[in-house]
């Protein structure tokens, strides 16, 4: 089985776990390949599966079809719908051949469940994200 707790641990959300946490954290994510133009996940829409990290390759990121970011390895996206199960925010499309790490919402949440530990820690790191957001704008 792939090791992918390096690649997690360069995620500021996950920053804040310790080795053993993210190795834990690290298994219930999946390797996925999409081919270039093709929708990862597309605004206004559920969909099954919940947090991605880009691991090789990019992705565009789009809001009502207009271009707001791209994203390339160790830029992830999704941890808001991960987490509030609300519908997507935004299009993000790969560019080129794209890998990334994938880890559904079930996987997630019986993580944090199980972990008492690491739900304190993902608290504290989303909400300094948060707060860096907003003195951006």
Do not use: H
Not at 8 to 21: D, E, I, M, N, Y
Not at 62 to 90: C, H, Q, W
Not at 121 to 131: F, N, S, T, V
């Amino acid at each position: 089985m792939p090791e992918f707790s390096d690649d997690l641990a360069r995620v500021p959300l996950f920053s804040g776990l310790s080795s053993r946490q993210l190795k834990k954290l690290a298994s219930s994510f999946r390797e996925r390949t999409y081919g270039s133009g093709i929708t990862i996940v597309r605004e206004a829409q559920m969909s099954g599966v919940g947090f991605f990290v880009i691991v090789d390759g990019a992705a565009v990121v789009t809001v009502r079809g207009r271009k707001v970011a791209t994203l390339g390895p160790g830029d992830y996206f999704g941890e808001l719908a991960m987490i509030s199960r609300n519908e997507r925010g935004a299009t993000v499309t790969s560019e080129g051949t794209t890998r990334c790490l994938v880890i559904a919402f079930a996987d997630f949440r019986r993580f944090v469940k199980e972990n008492g530990d690491v739900a304190w820690k993902l608290l504290e790191q989303l909400a300094d994200i948060i707060a860096r957001e907003r003195a951006r704008k």
